[in-house]
């Protein structure tokens, strides 16, 4: 059974945000909520790089650990999901999550956040895959179709990676004997537990 | 134990999906293509069976919509040429696919590619035709519009002359669009036609065209990944071209490549370099001299490549000598020693490639500029070689294709310029008599007279008509933007005041751009809606001369119509329907884009557009996966088999013949007919005595084993290969050339005998050549260093001035006028412009897409944090930009309030001490108004801003007339 999971190598990314458009686009997520962004360190300065970030579907994920009305759920292939209808929109997965991945549809007093929304790997959540209902709530249902997270289908220098552990860190250890160096494979450890070995 | 089972929500959903495909050996081409999962790429439809059909809108489920159509189409963003899949439901673009097998982008997309649905689901398009009434907007019907604007311009056209109606096209029609669009212009009777290339790489075109041939890329984007080093200079295509940056850095970790690049400013490209040069704005030849000085110093020059296949080689010796490291360094403010390290790099990893993109080309030395980079590339003798090559880097989706199919004041298709020949051939290839057609122009002079480059359509307006200011018969009295802004001109308050002045605006688009915002206007402004290249059918070419068959997505969205069928309602209103359609079939008022092309291929020999017939191309396009990513050649046992993708032109002869296309341009290690070639030999065979062609280097199988002119009848037949000809080829020829068939030229030979001949005995048809390192026909035939126009620095500029002021173009052309106006206490920071990834061009099309727009939502500059502190400005704090527009030094009509943009300071040391950076793609704001409320309701872009192009100054190439956008000085306060 696979084991689903993102790397990005900083020394590909670009900052061309395509990872962005191409996940708003594909699940219609508003504005105001990015499911993934891209972070810039150094800006403008010699060292710069940038990670493209969203959930990471965490193996001890912490948003699960936390969460009061135990939306969270993992699929049998590792990926991350939670529920709308529970979600009481708390904001403590927020405050749990290591890469800020827990978004909320609005701001206001007295905890009035709305339901969280987040990078589903391109896996809907709890409703009938590809029914309307998971569409309105989750956006598309990719791994249903037999396909992978278009944010990085479409990276345009192959700098994230998404699907099976395993391939992709072959993938990404290929890559990093051929050049020479890695790049650190940002925030796998934290998420995963051990870093790819390259 | 944190991790619970999924089981009481729902299944897993890869097993699921895996479902039928469990057991299959997995290649691992698959798991590459799909970054790691085994699932293959179809839809299991068996698990994602819903039982219920919803209607379809843009947000249906694909799977449960059942019918769903895979169409593939180009980007129209930038000239990479990626492939869009689009999934279609019930005739609405419903969601994208990466096209992993498309060699160019193997999947990938930047931002803008990858929320390009937008375009054709976006509700910011222009609706309907619409007009300016008193300051309010009216839709009108088509046939009305059509109506109204043929008449109005028919009687400006019996009253000022066919040449007050400029025709300004697009490079982001289909070829098939601009190559009617051209022939459209010249039945109006005009020259007075131009798009975007003038302002992004005319001087490219020139520059590189003067040198060895052809004016453009070289290689492609996929070599790069055979590249040993890669020089970059004037260009970001992180930003400007990101899904290149596969290949670059392919290039770059695979073959361990060095990768330099030059820029004043530490771009994101720059931040993925090994070697950054930060020199000042408008210094490149300077700095690239002061590399060569090293080669040279140190005889690390290709000596046998230089004798053999470069003219003119020694002047430059000469003009180098003068650029030693300290004077270099206070041109350029590059030490030394860097450049020596740069010097010893290139030496030593070769072949290296030249990237360039408009960072050179956008100066009042453009033209010389990219010629010293072609003159770096043959020192190293890395010009014609896998791996090496000029790089240009093209800026819109199809710039290449409609500077190909002359969409110039100054050419006719195919670069044969608009010469009597010239156009006695495409009157034969469009089947009118020559007569017809010098009947449509005023004058035989006016014919042959390039008319003025849009980059002075303004100056058009605002000049006085006469001999030595606007030379033709009267100012232009209506202005067409058919896929063109205006904030993507220098000087705004002239181009405003120009808008306001001029008797009709004629804006054609999928957005009604700023134009209609920009001016001041309260009548005479039409808006047509054009649909976008993703809705119509045809080919575009990519930087790398490869052209791609695009098919039609969707129907034209809302009332928009392809620029063709706008044309052809046009060419009715004027006349001329019958004639300019003739060889093209129009059904309902639509008009068959491929027999556009058939007529292209019939006529286009020069540059060899003439053996990619539709067929060939949509079976490239249906091939997609059959081409290798690296070579671009056909793998062997398919139908594309030794195909070169895209069929690169030049692609000689006719689709018949077959010719692969070219990859590399002036490789000799190949024979012509599969895709070899040398030097052009443009200029004959000699210059005051000296010999013009190629010395002992010649292509693969050559027959003439030495340089040798351009092939004509005549020719073949003192070679004796005339009798190679057929009886039909040998008629079609003796037919053009009636009594002096012998001097009919390749160029012009219709039946492309000539050309099969000369092929089938291994020689490029248009001669072989030396390239030119001494361009004698242009004002610096050895490029030197000149400042600036608005120079920082008086000293360098009593040492390297400018040029005297100049005409060319029916306009005059300010140089020391302008240069000897001392700017630099006034205004002390140097001025420089550029791209951002999200938006494109003037930007209204990405700023109209949601998705972008939220990415970057406001305009800025960004500034060195010494500079803002000397001024107390913070980060993001609102700054006025001061513009030495203020001065009026062309017209002397200052303007009362000094010229000033409001927007955000952005601290940075991406830009260095004294230099400062806007991006140019922002409109819609004018010196702090927002201007808004002009637009047609709910046709405005999401975000407005500043244009940089208000504030930035004069200065023209005075070859191709291009625009100073790179280097101009300005004053930043706080707001």
Redo the contacts between chains.
Sequence with gaps: ??R?KFLLDA??C?????????C???H?VP??INRRRVVTLN????G???ISMACMHC???PC??VCPV?C??????G?V?H?KDLCIGCGYCFYACPFGAPQYPQAGNFGSRGKMDKCTFC??G???????AE?AKYG??R??????P?C???????AL????GD??AG?YRE?TA???YGSGAWGWSTAYGQPPRS | M?????S???G???????AG?AGDAVDRRT??R???????????AS??S?GTV?KADA?A????SGDVKLIKNTCTHCSVGCTVTAEVVNGVWV????T?ESPI???????????I??VCVGERRLKYPMKLVNGRWERLSWDQAINEVGDRMLKIRETSGQDSVYWLGSAKFTNEGAYWFRKFAAFWGTNNVDHQARICHSTTVAGVAQTWGYGAMTNSYNDIQNSRALFLIGGNP??AH??S??HM?RG???N?APFIVCDPR?T??A??SSE?VRMRPGTDIALIWGILWHTLENGWEDKNFIKQRVFGFDDVRKEVAKYNPAEVERITGVPGAQLRRVAQTLANNRPFTIIWCMGGTQHTVGSANVRAYCILGLAHGVIGTSGGGANIYRGHCNVQGATDMGVDPSTLPGYYGVIEGAWRHWSRVWDVPYDYMLGRFKSKALMEAPGIPESRWHDGVLEKVGKDNLDQPDNLKAMVFWGHGANTQTRGPDVMKALDKIDMLVVVDPHPIQVAAMSNRRDGIYLLPACSALEQDGSRTASNRSLQWGYKIVEPIFESKTDLDIMHMFARKFGFANEMFKNVKVENGKVLAEDVLREINKGTLTIGYSGQSPERLKLHMNHLKDFDPKSLLGKSGTPVAGEVYGMPWPCWGKPEHKHPGTHVLYDTSKPVKEGGLNFRALMGAEYQGQNLLAEGSYPVGAEIKDGHVQFSYGMLKKLGWDKDLTDEERATIERIGGANADGVLWTTDLSAGIIRVAIAHGCAPFGNGKARANVWNFPDPVPTHREPLYAPNRELVAKYPTYPDRRNWRVPIKYKSIQDVDFSKEYPIVLTSGRL??YEGGGDETRSN???A??QQEMFI?VNPMDAAAKGIKNWDFVWVYSPNSKDLVYGDNPKEPVRLRMRAML???VGKGVAWMPYHFAGHWMGQDRRSRYPQGTDPIVLGESANTALTYGYDPVTQMQETKTSLCRIEKA
């Excluded at chain 1, 900052?15 to 962005?20: G, I, L, R």
């Excluded at chain 1, 791994?143 to 992978?148: D, Q, R, S, T, V």
Aim: aromatic share 4%; proline share 4%; with cysteine.
């Design positions: 059974m696979a689903m020394e590909r670009i900052e061309c945000n395509a990872c962005v458009t191409a708003k686009n594909e219609e504005w105001g800006d403008g300065k010699p710069e790089r940038s193996t001890d994920a699960m650990a135990d969270f759920y993992k699929t049998a292939d990926v999901l529920s896996a809907g709890p409703e009938a895959d590809n029914s309307p569409l598309r249902n791994i249903a179709e037999g396909k992978l278009l990085a289908e479409m990276c345009s220098t192959k990676l998404g699907g099976d391939v992709i993938i890559r051929q050049r020479g | 944190l991790t619970r089972k999924s009481h929500l729902t897993t959903r890869l097993t699921k999906a895996l495909v798991f590459l799909r970054s790691g999962l085994a699932a293959g790429a179809v839809v299991g698990t994602l819903l919803r947000q489920p694909r799977a449960a969601s994208q696919e990466p992993f982008n193997l999947g990938g997309h930047c931002a803008k590619g990858a929320a649905r937008e992180a930003e990101p899904v940056l596969i850095l770059k970790e695979q361990n530490f994101r490209t931040a993925h950054h990834v999200e949601k998705w972008l939220e990415l960004e940075t040391e991406r």
